[in-house]
Structures are given as C-alpha cells and as structure tokens.
C-alpha cells in the first residue's frame, strides 16, 4: 500500500509530521506562488511534496505528469551544500539511491560528463545559485564551455518543476525567470515545465510581466498551520535594541558591543550589508581574544572553506561552554535553518531586514532573545531611501517584542527597481552560441543579477610568469572563488590573470577589461588575493595554498574549438559503423522512458537518425589519419586493426588534427547536404536531421565561419576553408547502419549569406527556419538527445569486454 504524505515525511526527517500547507501542496501539487513567513519549512515544502507526488503518489497519472527534475534556486551560494546535504538526508532515509533520484550541486566546474548528462532520463534534484542554474536555462552556462551550452539549456527547458527562493532578492532574475516560464508555454517545449516562487515578503506587482502578466495558485498558511506545530515558531519574539556605534571605529565599537550582549551557551548572529565590514567585524573580533568561537560566513570562499566555515556556523552550541558568534553577509537571508538568541544587523532593504530578523529566536525557545541593529556606513548595496526607511522603521519599533508575522505585515515603502525584461527577441537571440569575431558573447548578465553582484570565478595555481601550460585543465568546481566582475578588474591591475581561449586552445593573458560574468580566470598562487580564514581578499600578498580538498572532476571551459577529448576512450578502440548503431540504440532508449508529449513522431525519428548519422565525418582523411598517429605501439596498432578504419574512438594517446580546429561534425553535415543526402531519402525532417550532426558537439549551430589560424590549412586548388574543411574536397563512402554513403563532394557555399545561385539555401537560413518553425526549447532539445546519446554510447564502449 502506497505510503501517506505524512508518513513519506515522517521516514524522510527521523519523525517530523508535514505542516498543514505542505500536505496541501502534496495533494494539489507545487502552487505558482508560496507565500509563507520565514522558518515555515519553505525548503522541505519544495522539496518532498514534489518527491511524494513523483516518486510514491497513488495514482500513476500523478507520478507520471509531475516534472521529472526539482530545480531548487537560491539566490545565495553559502548555503546551497546545506540545501543539498538536506535533500540528500531525505533521500537516504527514504530508501533511494542516487540510482533512483539524483542529486546535483550546480556551482560550476562539474564533471565534463556530469550525470544528469549522461541519464536526462532520470528523476533529479539540482540545488544552485540563481545565476549558475538560470545562465543554463539561457543558453550561456556560467563556468561552463560553449559546447555544453546548448546541452544544458536544452534539458533544464524541458520536463523541469523551477523553485525559486526568496523573491525578494531575486532582482533582475525575478522577471527573467516569469518571462522564461511564459515563454516555454508560448514557443513550446519537449516536456511540460512549472515554476514556484516562494518568500515571506512578496510584491505581486513584481511577478507580473509582459509574457506572464497572471499570476496562478497561490498557497499561504492555513488555519490549521498557526494552531499545529508551527505555532511555536510564528509566535516567536524577539524585542528590537538599537546600538549606537563609534562611527570613526565602526568596526571595534559593533564588536565590543557585541560581545557585551552576548551570553554564555548561546550562539550570536551578526549580519553586515558588505563582504568587507563582516571581514572587518569579524578580524576585531579574533582580536578581542575571547573564549567564544568566532566564525566568518560570506559567499567569497572557495567551496572547502566555505564548507567548513558553514559547518562550524550551523554546529550545535555547547550550553555550558562560552558559545559562538557567527559573522555574516546577506548569505543568512535564504534557505538556512540557523538560530540564535541574540542577532545583529545592519540596515538594509525592509524584506532583508525581516529575513535576517527570522534567524533570531526561530523556534521559540528563548524568552529573552535580543534583534539588535545600527544604521550602516554607507547605504550600498541597497537604495539609500530604503535604507532610510528601514531605520525609521526600526527606530518606531524600539523595545517591542514581535513575531515573524508582525514584521512581515509591517509596509514599508521601498523604492521601485525596473529591471531589464527577457523579451522573445533577446531569447531568439541567445539561442545563437555563435561568438562574434573579437570571441565575445551576447551577456546575459543584465537579466540575472545587478551589475555590482555578477561574479567571475578565481582560481590561484603554482604556475609560473608565463601561466598554465597547454595541457593543464580548466579549474575544478573546489578551486573556484566567485568575485565580483568590479573588484576582479581593479585585482587585475596588480595580479596576473590567464583565461582559456577556446580559439587558439591556450591559456592566454587576461586583462582586466576582458573579464566578463562568468568567466574562469587562473591566477598565481603566489602573488595572494586570497586567504583561507577570510576567503577572497584582495589586500593580501600571502602566498594561496591549495584548497584543503578537490573533489570536482575538472571543468570543460578549457576546450578548445578544435579538440576531441571524447574521441579517445581508456580502454578500447571502437569502429565508426558500430559507434554508430550505439549511439542510435541510446537515442531509442531515452526516447522509449522519457515522457516528450511535445515532440511529433517526426521530431523524434530525426533525432534517431541523427544519432545513426551523427559522426560520419570521421570518416574524413583528417580524423582517420589523427587517429591513426595515436596507434604508437604495437599492442595498439593491433588492436586497432580488429576494428577498423575508419574507427570512431582510439584507446592510445592523443594527437592534435594536423589542419587547426577540424570539426569532423561539419564534414558529415556538408556530406548530407551533397551526394550522402541519400541517407535521407523518405526522412520527413531531413533539414533537422542534418542540422543536429553538425551541433552535436555545440560548435556548428546558428552558423559557422572561417576562424583564425584556418589560413595556415593549405586546400587543394587553393579554395576557402572553414573549421578544417576545405570547399570542395571529398569525404570517403563510409558503411553506416543506414547503409553505404557515397563519396561525398564538402560544399562550403551555404556557410555565405543569403541562397546561392543555384536556389541552395544558406546552413544559417536552414538552422534559423527550424529555430521559429519548433521554437527554440524544443530544438535544443532534439540536440541535448543526440548528444546525450553519442556520450552514452561512448561510455558504455569505454566499460564494454576488451
């Protein structure tokens, strides 16, 4: 007999009983809107409903119709392993494996073959930053190479439950993610998506945008939540204190009143507006030499520190001891289930102010427990008005002792951001992974965060003065420290930098105007900028040792336009013809367990015949003479031989293509533009069929050109070339499971704008017609299946019998 929602709770968390609000949403489904006050169980609330409703539901319409992937969205990166670690508690003691139900950190730096790449078809929980999960949802991964990009933004748009936490601190990506929500009902996807938004403090007006003008269901608390169990915490008090500051020593003056007010066995909260002042707090602190633990929290660690620093600030607080004082950013403001008796904070922005306020006394168990505050220094990063507001507020409340309820019902006025709006032209627009000539992108920074919060990620190396070698990886996820855009280029001025090119495929020196959002920048560890006990400091000159662990595969921003990493396999050589046939087998089996009611039976033959086409540019003399090279020992050439030419993958060493950036994929496109299109006789979406073995490895999307170093390629007749082919030139008859191709003439006409004379469409007319004809979640789709399968295929080659 199918468990209830109250007991699939109850196994999950070791005996908690679901809120009454929580049991609605296991019964009704994730509303478009949560509203519920902070320490309400928000995180449990998105998470194990959804589970319930997926996993052990009693009716399998309800199973089958809920999104098979829970996207958790925090808009604070401190706390993101806590959410995770949470989640995966949940899943242990509900009995399911990481085989049932994945479970992802998106932090950038995964694995190049991270698992939800190789089994899209699974049910998963991802937990991440807005800017990392919704960069992915916009065709510009943050952290990630450009050949992922379309990957991840063709399955994060398809058959995906959003949560976003905390809406009002969302900025800019609070109208980005209602315009991606509108849009993927207007232009259609794969696979149906929903979205909830949650926060304690709420503008409606805010939700409301030109592509989601409505807003759907909404849940609050019911009747029954404020008479149950909850009562306890939404009766919590907590009495306002004002201190007064030195304003010569901000710093030593918070910190000696600081320590006065706190008390033995208690853990004390003190949150700063900026990264420096908590910095600051905290040193003064250390220098009062007292027996309390101090503790830094702030999203300027890399992922080891800051796990220990998060670990220390959530541990258990001895009662007879002398207790802790947790030092903070506004990272405390989302997704923490932290406490404290006495807390500390700035002034900021009325709805950050009472986020702050519910990490004091959460539970109701202290009877005196203190919310102090103090005007800030300076107002940014908030709106001086609102800051201004806030204090006049706060000043009103002097001595009162109020509830959670009674601080989110209080208006304060705030002032009004306009944000800039995803329309349907800049979404047309991203779909293009295309860089222009100088290499640069379309940014999507503007649509995820304010222009002083983007960040880039740092990573300190023992490299030399001439920076990683070309054989060193991009950093991994545990060596990253994300930093502000502004404070990495003032940093620049005096450290040395280097960026992955993925033209040249080197690291080349970065200079402070080339530091975009997003980027992966290495820098020397020993000229400093970074200290484990305080993390990014850019003051400092100490030498940066390692990160304490480096559990993250390496990234892929450091692949190179012409390379094929995926090409060579540990083990064993495999032949084009069965690679081939694998690689269509997966497509079968994603296609045959993946619910797609939004692809025809048309739409999802051409990706099957994609996948049985998708490499036969291997079939080029390039490849198979780069392949060739690699059989260096007998034992290889021997094992070479019992498989091929042409081969598909080589177990022996890796050799760069003797013609710069050669993209086996556009060969086997241009084949099936020419003489091979007899592939595609009887094929209903033969254009899509060629389009998606040109962009299974995202680098022959939109368009392709002539890029630098494609001049030193030497093409008979002296003709163009572009990616390593050359006009005119043949690709050799190759066996497929399709049957025999014909030698094939490569025609670099359709890379020019514009038909040619002979009425032949342009490859960037063809990719632009399927783009508006299927819209452009599904088309991404159709390549996130194609890719996904060649990848399956190879990895099961690589484990299959010698």
Not at 616 to 644: E, M, W, Y
């Amino acid at each position: 007999m199918p468990p209830t929602f109250d007991d699939f709770v109850s196994r999950a968390t070791g005996g908690q009983h679901p809120y009454a609000y929580q049991r609605c949403l296991a019964v009704d489904g994730l509303p478009e809107l949560l509203r519920v006050p902070t320490g309400a169980g928000k995180t449990l609330a998105a998470t194990l409903p959804w589970l319930y409703r997926r996993r052990a539901h009693p009716d399998p319409a309800v199973r089958d119709e809920t999104p098979h992937w829970l996207v958790l969205v925090l808009p604070m990166r401190v706390l993101v392993e806590q959410t995770a670690d949470s989640v995966g508690e949940w899943l242990h003691a509900l009995g399911l494996s990481e085989g049932d139900v994945g479970r992802y950190v998106v932090m950038g730096g995964e694995p190049r073959t991270s698992g939800w790449r190789l089994r899209p078809e699974q049910d998963a929980i991802f937990v991440g930053t807005l800017d990392m999960l919704l960069s992915r949802a916009l065709n510009r991964g943050y952290g990630e190479g450009r050949g992922r990009w379309p990957l991840d933004f063709g399955l994060f748009n398809a058959g995906v439950q959003w949560v976003f936490d905390e809406v009002q601190l969302m900025g800019p990506a609070l109208p980005t993610s209602r315009q991606l929500e509108g849009l993927r009902e207007k232009l259609g996807t794969a696979a149906p998506c929903r979205s909830m938004w949650m926060s304690a403090t709420v503008d409606k007006a805010a939700l409301r945008t030109v592509d989601r003008p409505t807003i759907g269901s909404v849940v609050e608390l019911a009747a029954d939540d404020a008479q149950g169990a909850l009562r306890s915490r939404l009766e919590a008090t907590k009495t306002v204190r004002r201190l007064h500051l030195d304003d010569a020593h901000h710093a030593r003056s918070l910190a000696s009143l600081l320590v006065d007010r706190h008390r033995q066995g208690t853990r004390t909260i003190a949150v700063l507006n900026t990264v420096d002042r908590a910095r600051d707090l905290y040193q003064e602190l250390r220098k009062l030499d007292r027996a309390e633990e101090v503790v830094l929290l702030h999203s300027r660690f890399r992922p080891p520190e800051r796990r220990a620093q998060v670990e220390a600030a959530l541990a258990d607080v001895d009662t007879a001891g002398p207790g802790l004082i947790v030092v903070s950013t506004q990272v405390l403001e989302a997704g923490v289930d932290l406490t404290s008796t006495t807390l500390f904070t700035e002034a900021a922005v009325w709805p950050s102010v009472v986020q702050r306020a519910g990490r004091c006394n959460r539970g109701g168990e202290a009877t005196d427990a203190l919310l102090l505050w103090a005007p800030p220094p300076k107002a940014p990063p908030y709106d001086e008005g609102d800051v201004a507001a806030a204090v006049t507020q706060l000043e009103e409340l002097e001595g009162q002792a109020l509830t959670p309820p009674a601080m989110s019902a209080l208006a304060v006025e705030a002032r009004k951001v306009v944000h800039p709006v995803l329309r349907r032209r800049d979404l047309l627009g991203l779909f293009d992974t295309t860089p222009d000539l100088g290499g640069n992108d379309l940014d999507v920074g503007r649509f995820l965060r304010e222009a002083n919060d983007l960040d880039v990620a740092l990573a300190w190396r023992p490299v030399g003065k001439e920076g990683p070698g070309p054989d060193d990886d991009a950093p991994g996820r545990d060596e990253r420290c994300p930093v502000p855009v502004g404070q990495a280029r003032t940093a620049l001025r005096r450290l040395a930098a280097w960026r992955f090119d993925h033209l040249s495929g080197g690291w080349q020196r970065a200079a402070d105007r080339d530091v975009r959002p997003g980027h992966v920048l290495v820098l020397r560890s020993d000229e400093g900028g970074y200290r484990a006990d305080v993390g990014w400091d850019p003051t400092s000159g100490l030498p940066v040792p390692p990160p304490a662990t480096v559990d993250a595969a390496p990234g892929d921003e450091a692949e190179y336009v012409g390379g094929d990493p995926r090409s060579y396999l540990t083990r064993h050589w495999v032949g084009l013809f069965d690679h081939l046939q694998h690689a269509h087998d997966e497509v079968r089996q994603l296609t045959g367990v993946l619910r797609l009611p939004g692809l025809s039976y048309e739409l999802l033959e051409a990706a099957a015949t994609a996948a049985v086409l998708h490499d036969i540019g291997k079939a080029h003399p390039v490849f198979q003479c780069t392949l060739q090279r690699s059989a260096d020992d007998p034992a290889q050439q021997q094992q070479a031989a019992t498989c091929g030419p042409p081969w598909a993958k080589s177990a022996g060493h890796r050799y760069p293509h003797r013609r710069p950036h050669f993209r086996h994929e556009l060969a086997g496109a241009l084949a099936l533009l020419g003489e091979a299109s007899v592939a595609l006789d009887g094929v209903a979406e033969a254009d899509l069929v060629t389009y998606l073995v040109g962009a299974h490895h995202g680098k022959v999307r939109v368009g392709f050109r002539t890029l630098p170093e494609d001049d030193k390629t030497k093409c008979p007749g002296g003709g163009p070339v572009a990616l390593g082919v050359c006009h005119g030139e043949p690709l050799p008859a190759v066996d497929t499971p399709r049957g025999r191709l014909p030698e094939s003439r490569l025609d670099l006409s359709v890379m020019e704008l514009g038909d040619s004379a002979d009425g032949q469409r342009s490859w960037t007319a063809r990719a632009l017609e399927l783009r508006d004809r299927l819209g452009p979640f599904r088309l991404a789709f159709l390549e996130a299946l194609v890719i996904c399968a060649d990848w399956r295929a190879s990895a099961g080659e690589d484990q299959g019998p010698a």
